[in-house]
Each structure stands twice: as C-alpha cells, then as structure tokens.
C-alpha cells in the first residue's frame, strides 16, 4: 500500500491580477496572492495615508531619536536606542530597526543578500545546524503546529496547499519521520494540536473544519462554514475541549465535538484573516485591519475591538505566552506589541521589520508572514516575504537575533513546547505573482535548534 506521505502532482496555478493602489503621495505596488491578500509593497519616501495618525506619529518620533542619537555619536557620548518619551524603535531601513545606520550598511555576508541589520557579529545568527524535514509537501505551506502534550515526543502537523495534513514525529537531533497523513478536498490553511496532543484540528478552503483521532487515525468534519476556513484553534470551555474557526464568511464559530452544529456562532465586521488563541484569550484579525478580542469565558460578545495601529492590512496575530497581549503583524514590514488591558496601553508600541536597505529613496517592504512566541522565555519571533526570520525581546524593545535568508520566503513558523526547536516553513506566498511561482522555488520545512542566547530576554533590562 502507498505511504500517504508520497508527494502527488503539482496543480497549475491559476494566474492573478496585479492591481495599483494610490494613498496620497506614497506608491505602492500590491500583489494579491492565492488567498486574494495583499501581500507586499515597495514604498517611496515616508509619506502618510488616510489610515490615522499613530504610524505618522511614530515614524516623526523615530525622525527625532535618530537626530539624536546621530548627536550623541559626533560627541562621542553613548548613543541610547530605548529611551526617550516614545515606545517606538528608532528609524531604520531594514530588519531589526534598532540597530545603528553604520552597523546596517554592513555589507552582505558570503556573497548572500541579506538584511544588513543581521550582519552585526553580535545580533547575527547561525543557520548551519538547521535540519530539513523529511518527506516535504508538494506545494506551498500554509501552518506549522508542535503538540504541547507533555511526556511525549515531538509531533509536528505541517498544513498545506496540496490538500493534505501530514504529522511527523520529530527526534532530539532533528531527525524526523512521517507518522500520519489525511486530506481535505481543497487546501489546508492552518492546523492546530488538542492540549493533550492527542487530537488535531484543521482548517480548509473546502468550508469544513477537521479534527483527526490520532490514536485511531480516523478524521472526521466537525463544523462547515459558508466560505472558506481561515484559521482554527482548540481551547477548554470548561465543559471540555473545543475548537473556535474563523472564516472568510465574517463568523467566528464554536465547535463542541460532542454534539452535531455550531454550539455558537459570533459576526465579525470582515473576513477573517488570522486568529489566535491562549489561555481564555481569542484574538481575530479580519479584513479592514479590525482587531476583536474576545474572553473565552464570554465567548459570544467581544470583549473589545480595535482598529490595528498598522496602516496596512493584517497578516498574522499571536497572542502573548502569558496571554496578556498579542502580537500584530503587517503586511508592510511592521510589528505592534498590543496589552489587551487599557491600564497597560502605555507599554503598546509598534516596530519596522523585514525591509530591504533604501536604494535612491526607494525601500522594499516585505510581509511580516508569521510570529510565534518562545513558550519558556516569551520572546518572539518574526518571519517574513523576504525570507529572514528574526528573534525578539518585547519586553527590552531588542532584537536578540537575525539571521540570514534562507533561500525562499517564510509562510510559517513555530516552536515545540519546550522551545528547543524552532521550525520554520519555506515556500512560495505568492507575494510577488503568478510569474514567481516557478517549479525550482524551494517547499521545505527546516528545524532550527534553538540555544539559551539566542531567544533568552535581557535580564538587565527594566519589565513592564
């Protein structure tokens, strides 16, 4: 009998618009990718847009820091990155915004194109021990999920574009083999583990949310949507487990896998995009950049909506390991640290990422495509179109790392429930059209071992 984890023919794509959107002075270029998302930019100068005033406000206080510091260095006087009256990381042109203009226009490392804040010696990351996945899929990858089941080994589900779920087991030293596979009729856009890794829930464009038995290895549908399933999570009801999906239906729906039916059903403003969920804490990014949160306890009312403080649409949302905040990434190279309690609104800032250094005042900006927080420290990491990832302390406003591209651009990421390895996913995100999506383009799953300094916080540095 076939493995199911055998590769299977490659579908032809289906050939995308290119559309041109005008805000004001600044140009950009936007792609839509197969999910019909905007999914990267090439921005000209730094002018605003009608979407508010917090990006225009931060961008003028990084103007400021950057005037000062510049100061501070011609004097000879050391230089602070941090400080002042702003939560915003200085100005920069690249990944990792807080390092300095003489460290960022250090010159690529090994003949590869890197971002030139991750050639510092101190910040720059190794990739050499990272170990690829055996038996990848065969077309793009939409979700990576570990199993945070205790006393057991590593299990990794890998979601994607060609319709199938498959689950690995993963060994101390990288090595990896196939254990599971199934189907959904359309693509799996995101997957999710059970607490006690015993079942995995998963989301498609074929409207149906899947959970697999992985004892028995028996999956069944056990909610449908009316379009497309964005994005799906367990979580305990206190009655027992559950699993909430969003969709491109605008609805957030509640699954009891005891009974037949959505047990509730919640309206959102917009299509779903990404959703996120720890602890008693739902966070659901939709269309238009609204941000609902929602507490679990109440699950059917929002607990508070915002607009996201990123001008441009929302890609991925993560919520904080201590569930007091989560984390909103952009499709135009920023991040935003959000606390969901108005008397931490102090501690809320946003920061540039995963942009290319400017070239004749013209800076390519990438799509922040996945961020997941380390379950043991609660640093983060970002990952993106331009294919870098890089880890992050919230907490100090400090990159811990960067690293160098990987070949092909970063659609998702995770770490295991220990936070010793760190598996990111490369293939293509269609965030520069049907004409990029060659057959030679890279679909592999890499692990990365994950040591102390590279995603331990600053201790010295003062906590919210």
């Given amino acids: 009998m076939a493995s199911p984890l055998l590769p299977t023919p490659l579908p032809l794509p289906r050939r995308l618009p290119t559309i041109r959107h005008r805000a004001h002075t600044v140009e950009v270029s936007l792609t839509r990718n197969r999910l019909g998302l905007i999914s990267s930019s090439r921005r000209s100068g730094d002018a605003q847009n009608e979407f508010g005033r917090d990006s225009q ?41 807080f390092l300095p203009k003489r460290v960022r226009e250090t010159p690529p490392i090994g003949g590869v194109s890197v971002p030139a804040a991750a ?38 589900a890998v979601a994607s574009w060609d319709n199938k779920v498959r689950i690995y087991e993963i060994a101390a030293n990288g090595q990896s083999q196939g254990r599971h596979a199934y189907e959904h009729s359309q693509p799996v856009l995101n997957c999710d583990f059970s607490k006690d890794g015993t079942k ?40 027992g487990t559950m699993v909430v999906s969003g969709s491109w239906d605008k609805t957030v729906k509640y699954w009891d896998l005891r009974q037949q039916g959505p ?68 499709i135009e190279g920023r991040c935003a640290i959000q606390y969901v309690e108005e008397k931490d609104a102090s501690s809320n800032f946003s920061f540039k990422c995963h942009r290319d250094p400017a070239v004749n005042n013209v800076v390519n900006v990438h799509a922040v495509n996945a961020i997941s927080f380390h379950p043991v420290h609660g640093t983060f990491s970002t990952a993106g179109s331009d294919g870098t990832f890089h880890f992050w302390d919230k907490d100090a406003k400090h990159r811990l790392k960067g690293y160098p591209n990987v070949g092909g651009s970063i659609t998702a990421t995770t770490f295991n429930k220990t936070g010793s390895i760190f598996a990111y996913a490369i293939s293509y995100d269609w965030s520069k059209g ?12 890499m692990l990365h071992p994950v040591t102390n300094d590279e995603c331990k916080p600053r201790p010295s540095m003062k906590k919210r």
């Fill in 200 to 239: 995995l829930a998963s989301a498609g464009a074929d409207k149906n949310i899947k959970v697999c038995d992985l004892g028995s290895q028996q999956d069944i549908v056990i909610g449908t949507h009316d379009q497309a399933v964005r994005s799906c999570r367990f979580f305990d009801s206190g009655s």
């Fill in 263 to 330: 047990a509730a059903t919640v309206q959102c403003q917009e299509r779903v995009y990404t959703m996120d969920v720890r602890d008693n804490l739902c966070v659901v990014g939709t269309a238009d950049r609204y941000i609902n949160v929602i507490d679990l306890k109440n699950p059917t009312k929002f607990y508070k909506t915002i607009q996201s403080p990123l001008k441009w649409q929302t890609r991925v949302v993560s919520c904080f390991t201590d569930s007091a905040g989560f984390a909103i990434g952009s």
């Fill in 434 to 445: 049907y004409q990029h999506n060659t057959q030679s383009y890279p679909i592999k799953v």
């Fill in 57 to 97: 406000t931060a961008d003028v206080a990084e103007d400021r820091a950057a005037s000062r510091r510049e100061g501070q260095r011609r004097r000879g006087q050391p230089q602070c990155f941090y400080g002042g009256a702003f939560p915003q990381a200085p100005r920069g042109e690249s990944s990792g915004d």
């Fill in 119 to 156: 050639s510092s010696t101190s910040t720059l990351g190794d990739l050499k021990q990272d170990v690829a996945l055996s038996d990848p899929p065969t077309d793009s990858i939409s979700d990576l999920a570990f199993s945070p089941a205790a006393n057991t080994p590593d299990f990794l």
